[in-house]
């Protein structure tokens, strides 16, 4: 076995450690709750808690904590030792069953949207047995869900778990339909490619803005950028290759299956991507392996910055999620494959991942929906903020023979009856990748593409799987009752193609042409968060998300007030931050080089008047018209943000700091950006571009 093979896994009490350390019966009844969602009773959780705790000790942790993600976007965690009193002055350990199911960790601080008041401040986590725990710094940390006193869910996992057994349970209906009796759950799974950029770890600490706000908030642009394209996929340097290494082994000793990394196209932007896994997993590990990224670069002192768009006028970092659909047969129910029953079960879900996207397009701009992502998307490095569909040349024809009910020429001379013929056995790679789109099907997958780098992905893929498991559940009832199986499925499939067809589009999203387009077909151009976040509890919404059990009306409603609030803070903390650096540090450094110019203009005049002082006088003037135009976004920017932070309700709030507070801001960037320029390098007062992405 390679040391790789030893250390994967080492911190993870994963299936291989269960079966080693738990009795026979108890390892069987643990999977039953694992694999089918049977109760686990109170001696089996016992067992399995001792197990747990001894194993952990043996891998010298002393603590154990309820790891969770409630609405923060980031994780949490309240330790508590094993330590028992012994009645005799010493210690002995003791973890019971009761501690790993369930723990209270007050947690009222929590953002709740309403959920509860600071009074209200019961909450309890929940082992979620479907998520290994896994030991981080010495603690034994347990994958659980949030809730409240009254059972309403305060996370991210919560729902993300409700969703996957949604649309597991609309799956097997479908399967069944095909003659697939062997299949007893499907599951979503997801591999998430993760953006990031590396800066030296001196230069950050000097920046107060990439401190508070994870982005430069001010910045002129360095002499060169990417437009030489000369960084994407580059040879590592031996610094980041050693970090890179450095935070493999971290994750694969968490069971994170990290696979790829390579440079990205902007100075000092990388990625990881790891394997594909289950939707819950997948969300968990991407979530550890934001917090090792950040974690392993001080090490390496560097500073890893996980915001959407920390530079502006170069590429910002997104989150590629590659979802698909996987049978406990190990199916991909997302291959075409090479039988007409598979071809036809291939079509029906293709089809319904269509509908749903059409359908609920305005629900996967908001799961996308952050402060810093709108700097992001739309850009030349993201997909547009209209939600469209790439299918490529091979299957935008297939749909169209069967829409029109005409000949495929491409294999067969004869129009396709689905269920009947064969589609043509291609390969995975039928046309070029289209990286303008936001949602595009590459191969047995779709890669939804908008996702900004620091953001959870529990959300996206909750939204993906409810629509999809919607739209299984209605053809389900359609095809259960037909009398003629065969022409009730091709009839469905084509009626889905002709009705839903508008959000199919392998062009450049980029264009304006795009825009007026989609805005011809109908579709959404959901360009901010607040523009985008109404949405969320429309009438079709709610009926959605309450009709598969993912959300209660509240829990919609408090989800919507908890994004829009971050969204308000975020922007409000960037506005006093830009304010407190253009007061303290840039201004200073302005007119002490503007007093410098006014010595060095009278110096030369009192030796002689026959000095040429133009070049002098001409910049002192540019620089002080610009000082002028930066005091006055400075007040300007001063009195608007709390006028907006005054507004009495939160959509007016959004609406002021999404339109006049983001404009003021822009203001007082363009005027600092540019006396950055005319100031030596010497006088300002932090490091520059040139600085931040050059500085290996």
Known sequence: ?????????????????????????????????????????????????????????????????????????????????????????????????????KGEPDASSFPNGGLRATFEARGYTTWDPTSYAFIKDNTLCIPTAFCSFDGSSLDKKTPLLRSMQALNDQALRILKLFGNDDVTRVTTTVGCEQEYFLIDQDLYEQREDLKLCGRTLFGALPPKGQELEDHYFGMLDKKVSDYMRDLDDELWKLGVYAKTEHKEVAPRQFELAPVFTSSNIATDHNQLTMEFMKKVAKKHKFACLLHEKPFDG?????????????????????????????????????????KGVDEYQDLLRISVATAGNDHRLGANEAPPAILSIHLGDELNAILEAIEKGVPYNKTFNKVMEIGVDILPSFPKDTTDRNRTSPFAFTGNKFEFRMLGSALSIA???????????EELQQFADVLETAPDFNKALNDLIRKTIKEHKRILFSGNGYTDEWVEEAEKRGLLNLRTTTEALPYYTSEKNIRLFTKHKIFTVDEMYSRKEILLENYCKIIHIEALTMLDMAKTQILPAVLKTQKE??????????????????????????????????????????????????????????????????????????????????????NWPMPNYTDLLFTE
């Open 597 to 682: 110019m006014t010595d060095i203009i009278l110096n030369k005049k009192a030796v002689c008047d026959c000095f040429d002082c133009s070049m002098e006088i001409d910049t002192l003037k540019k620089m002080d018209a610009l000082t002028k135009e930066m005091v006055d976004a400075m007040k300007r920017l001063e009195e608007e943000n709390a006028k907006a932070e005054a507004l009495p309700t939160l959509e007016e709030q959004g609406k002021a700091y999404s339109t006049l507070i983001l404009a003021c801001m822009a203001d007082l960037r363009k005027a600092a950006d540019a006396l950055e320029t005319l100031t030596p390098k010497e």
């Open 1 to 101: 076995m390679t040391k790789i093979q030893e250390t994967f896994g080492s911190l993870v009490f994963n299936d291989a450690i269960m079966r080693a350390k738990l009795p026979k019966d108890v390892y069987k009844k643990l999977k039953a709750t694992i694999n089918e969602g049977k109760t686990l009773d109170v001696n089996v959780a016992n067992t399995v808690a001792n197990a747990m705790k001894d194993w952990a000790i043996e891998k010298g942790a002393t603590h154990f904590t309820h790891w969770f993600q409630p609405m923060t976007g980031i994780t949490a965690e309240k330790h508590d030792s094993f330590i028992t009193p012994d009645g005799n002055g010493g210690v002995i350990l003791e973890f019971s069953g009761k501690e790993l199911i």
């Open 459 to 469: 959300c996206p893929n909750l939204i993906l799987n409810t629509i999809v498991a």
């Open 314 to 354: 170069i590429n910002g970092s997104g989150k590629h999620n590659n979802w698909s659909m996987s049978t406990n047969t190990g199916i991909n129910l997302l291959e075409p494959g090479d039988s007409p029953a598979e071809n036809a079960q291939f079509l029906l879900i293709l089809t319904a991942l269509i």
